[in-house]
């Protein structure tokens, strides 16, 4: 699917919305991908589609470098500015797309990112590419908005809602799809996990961050105040008594190895 306008206009738009408090509604998705990455002192980490820089710098300190990728130099500057105000020196920044990931083979121990793949052109793609990048053994280590297995309804009124807030929006995949995006590209497959985040996401904030015109914001709160049971259930909304509401987005977590 082509989106209605480019991560890297979107992102370039909207990069100082990438704030702490949006970093604090992905804190456990943070948490489950640096368990399970067993990253080590002598580990070299690509970070892809890296944004604001917050799950970089979370590697950064426990690697021997790291690498963030991105497509937005918008997102790119505020990331070097949080990896500046943290004293990392070895951590830095380049400027590229994840279906074209631009080094050589092998070149990484582990291959994270966090939040992002549902704008990717193409996901089959991406994992292709950071098969190729990995050197026998090495991880990857995705962490994902998705939708849950089964359920058609909920995905497709999830996908409308998300691709009105942010254009840039491709899709949400399901864990079941994950598992075989990495099978495809010749992952071993560890764990492939529904992560559901314990910090609740406020709508109309999470509204504002998307940047959307008054008409398609009007549009998500109605189908977020009016969702489907099923959907209701699934991502645990709450409306407020002020109009506002609060709720859950299922984070799909994959670990995957490259045969040795
Ligand atoms: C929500 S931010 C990512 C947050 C970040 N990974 C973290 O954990 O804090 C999504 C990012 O994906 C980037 N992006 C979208 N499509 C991309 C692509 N095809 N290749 C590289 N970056 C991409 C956007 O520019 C944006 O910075």
Redesign the pocket.
């Given at each position: 699917m082509i989106p209605a306008r480019t991560?890297?206009e979107q992102?370039d738009r909207q990069a100082p919305q990438?704030n702490a408090e949006w970093?604090a509604w992905?804190g456990d998705s943070?948490a489950w991908l640096l368990a399970r990455a067993r990253c080590q002192p002598a580990h070299t980490v690509l970070?892809?589609?890296?944004?604001?820089?917050?799950?970089a710098v979370a590697f950064a300190p426990l690697a021997a470098a790291v690498i963030g990728?991105?497509?937005?130099t918008g997102?790119l500057a505020e990331a070097r500015e949080r990896a500046r105000a943290a004293g990392l020196v070895n951590l830095t920044f380049e400027t590229?797309?994840?279906?074209s990931l631009p080094f050589p083979p092998a070149r990484f121990d582990i291959v994270v990112?966090?939040?992002?793949a549902h704008?990717?052109?193409s996901v089959p793609q991406f994992a292709a590419e950071a098969y190729r990048v990995l050197r026998p053994g090495g991880r990857l280590l995705v962490s994902d908005t998705a939708e849950p297995d089964g359920d058609p309804e909920v995905d497709a009124w999830h996908n409308r809602l998300e691709v009105l807030r942010d254009p840039?929006h491709v899709r949400n995949y399901t864990p079941a799809e994950w598992r075989a995006f990495a099978l495809a590209a010749g992952f071993i497959v560890e764990e492939v996990e529904q992560v559901c985040e314990s910090g609740r996401i406020g709508m109309n904030s999470w509204i504002a961050k998307g940047g959307c015109d008054e008409a398609a914001a009007a549009e998500v709160r109605r189908l977020i105040l009016e969702a489907p049971p099923e959907a209701v259930r699934a991502f645990s909304i709450a409306p407020s008594p002020d109009g506002d509401a609060t709720f859950q987005w299922v984070r799909v977590a994959l670990s995957a190895r490259k045969p040795d």
């Open positions: 991560s890297r992102f990438y970093n992905n943070l970070d892809v589609a890296t944004g604001a820089g917050f799950t990728l991105d497509v937005s997102m590229g797309a994840a279906e990112c966090r939040l992002a704008h990717f052109l840039s």
